[in-house]
């Protein structure tokens, strides 16, 4: 919470409007109680009474009046407090919760991409979504129960110690009690709450995996296995509550026991005194009335406390992932645009978390403009050096050169701005396919777009759709085939008139004649850029200025094709097998 509040200054201001609002609305909700003791009062004292007294008034009806009077106004003021506050205080709740969601996304957005590849998705969701609306029930309703539980026992403690001493102790007697389960069963709550945090990220992080591979569930029939892995997971995220329940639900009794004994004190005690003459019976009515709205309101606490700890939790789980440091920041050097894109890596090693190397050794020159292709047995590590060309991960050793510049210092504008990359596994955003190929470049014009799409092959499916570009395509594109997602992909990627265009098996979805096709156009738009190629079909990379061929994460050998067959290595085994002339 001391975090929350060093972190968003700007909401300073408005939470102290909230407290003051809330604290005039306190003071107006109590006055009502006082003025029917004093009511009581006028009505047994006449002239003497307080009320009399003090406006100077004798007449009981004239006294009575003017009590009605102040009741209206100290009603009207309550109302509208009441509806101040209430706007303050969700106002500043909707805010910071707007903007603790941006934030968090935002950062996650910059977390490397091996953070998002080891930590399950459901879980980041469950924090962005579930833990800020925790947060935001926490400041709308627990934050101004707190303030007014603790208003109540200052204000009604004020007017009972002006009333008299004893029963002020007797009356708080219970208080301490409170306060001191309160605090015990906050220690009990927190790991429970944790417990329940964790439980519901887990059964989110499955439910999210789950309708990602949807596929393969029904394909092998494993319906029963996974719902009986939800119902566990959903099991666990049951039981973690119902722990937190049983403590928190335990608390209310106690307190109930703690106000008994306050409630009879004041009831007894004080009845004793106003039959002695030591007490006005105004002041002994006020002071019955004033234990129950001092009380009970402390059966409450619980509820709070619990909406406290779900809150606090929550946040932790927000400022955790606000405080994931960002491994891959980007660096200040501004590349001179359009960048000729000479992409080279010098002595490098690699590998991911704490696994053994992936590439070693690895010296590898792309000069601007060329075609380079990078073959290999499955698993070789072409995809790892593709990331490190567009800085997803960074080097164990060496450097990732692009126009002489460690990309370690460029910022992701030069570096992945100067770059076109189409994945292995296509992503298409839930839109239109014009919507899709734009992403390349925003506020490129439907000439442009149309221009991109026929780059990359795939105008004439394009068009023989019957909404043509303003076909809806669904989150995965799953309206569409593989081999044309791949081309939007394409297209999405040549648009952005790379200096890079980086492809990872971008063509492997899509027939022989299309590849033809785009091999074409790739040429004509290779004359501008330089192009990485990671194919398995040595035929999309024949033509290449140069092929390197990695095994094992090393280069065993790099040449034209005609000098890579001639060499008769590891490629031309590799080709043999491909054209069919050997047999493997
Ligand atoms: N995100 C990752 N985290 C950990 N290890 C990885 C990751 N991606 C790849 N690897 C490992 O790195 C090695 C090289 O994988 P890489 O994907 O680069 O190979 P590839 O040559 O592109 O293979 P393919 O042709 O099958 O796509 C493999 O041993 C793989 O297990």
């Known amino acids: 919470m001391r975090e929350l509040w060093q972190r968003y200054r700007r909401y300073r201001s408005r939470f102290v409007l909230a407290v003051v609002l809330s604290t005039i609305n ?53 109302s509208l407090t009441e509806y101040a506050a209430a706007v303050t205080w969700r106002g500043l709740a909707q805010g910071l919760q707007h903007d603790l969601r941006v934030q968090a996304y935002d950062h996650v957005q910059h977390l490397d991409l091996g953070w998002h590849e080891t930590r399950p998705q459901g879980s980041t969701l469950a924090t962005l979504n579930d833990d800020v609306n925790q947060l935001e029930r926490l400041l709308d309703v627990g934050i101004p129960a707190i303030l007014q539980t603790a208003l109540n026992v200052v204000l009604v403690g004020a007017v009972f110690a002006a009333a008299s001493w004893e029963l002020t102790l007797y009356a708080f007697l219970p208080i301490p009690l409170v306060v001191l389960g309160s605090l015990v069963f906050q220690r009990r709550l927190e790991p429970l709450y944790a417990r329940v945090r964790d439980a519901v990220a887990d059964l989110s992080g499955a439910l999210g995996a789950n309708l990602s591979g949807i596929a393969t569930i029904k394909a092998f029939t494993a319906e029963d296995r996974e719902r009986d892995r939800v119902a566990g997971f959903s099991t666990a995220y049951r039981e973690a509550n119902v722990a937190a329940i049983r403590s928190s639900a335990a608390f209310v009794p106690l307190v109930r026991m703690a106000i008994l004994a306050g409630f009879t004190c004041t009831l007894l005690l004080g009845g004793w005194a106003t039959l002695n003459g030591d007490l006005e019976l105004g002041l002994y009515s006020v002071l019955v009335f004033m234990t129950q709205r001092l009380l009970w309101p402390m059966t409450a606490v619980a509820e709070v406390l619990d909406l406290y700890q779900r809150g606090r939790a929550s946040t932790a789980r927000i400022l955790g992932l606000l405080d994931e440091p960002v491994t891959v920041p980007a660096g200040s050097a501004v590349l ?25 050794d690895i010296d590898l020159l792309v000069p601007a403009g060329q075609t380079h292709a990078i ?23 060496g450097q990732v050169l692009l126009d002489g510049t460690d990309v370690r210092d460029l910022d992701w504008d030069s570096l992945r701005g100067s770059m076109g990359y189409v994945a292995q596994d296509v992503f298409l955003f839930s839109g239109t396919i014009a919507d899709n190929i734009a992403y390349g470049r925003p506020g490129a014009s439907t000439e442009e777009v149309r221009a991109a799409a026929a780059a990359a092959a795939a105008a004439a499916f394009i068009e023989a759709l019957p909404a043509g570009y303003d076909t809806w395509v669904g989150e995965r594109g799953v309206t569409l085939s593989g081999g044309q997602r791949q081309r939007i992909a394409l297209a999405r990627a040549l648009l952005r008139d790379p200096g ?85």
């Open 500 to 584: 890079v265009l980086v492809l990872d098996e971008a063509t492997s979805a899509v027939d022989n004649e299309t590849e033809a096709a785009i091999q074409e156009s790739l040429r004509r738009a290779g004359e501008r850029c330089t192009t990485i190629v990671v194919a398995h079909r040595l035929s999309t990379v024949r033509h290449a200025d140069r092929i390197w061929v990695l095994d094992a994460g090393r280069i065993a050998e790099a040449g034209t094709h005609a000098e890579l067959v001639a060499r008769d290595g590891l490629y031309a085994a590799l080709w043999r097998v491909q054209t069919g002339e050997a047999v493997a």
């Open 26 to 78: 306190k003071v107006a909700d109590i006055v009502p109680e006082l003025l029917i003791g004093a009511a009581v009062d006028v009505v047994v004292r006449g002239a003497d009474s307080f009320v009399g007294e003090l406006l100077g008034v004798e007449s009981r009806h004239a006294q009575l009046g003017w009590l009605a009077a102040i009741n209206v106004v100290v009603w009207i003021v309550e």
């Open 375 to 397: 073959v290999g047995a499955t698993g070789a590590g072409k995809s790892s050096l593709l990331r490190l060309v567009l800085r997803f991960d960074d080097p164990r050793a």
């Open 336 to 360: 001179a645009r359009p960048v000729r894109g000479r992409v080279e890596l010098r002595g490098v090693r690699a590998g991911y978390a704490d696994g053994p190397d992936v590439l070693h």
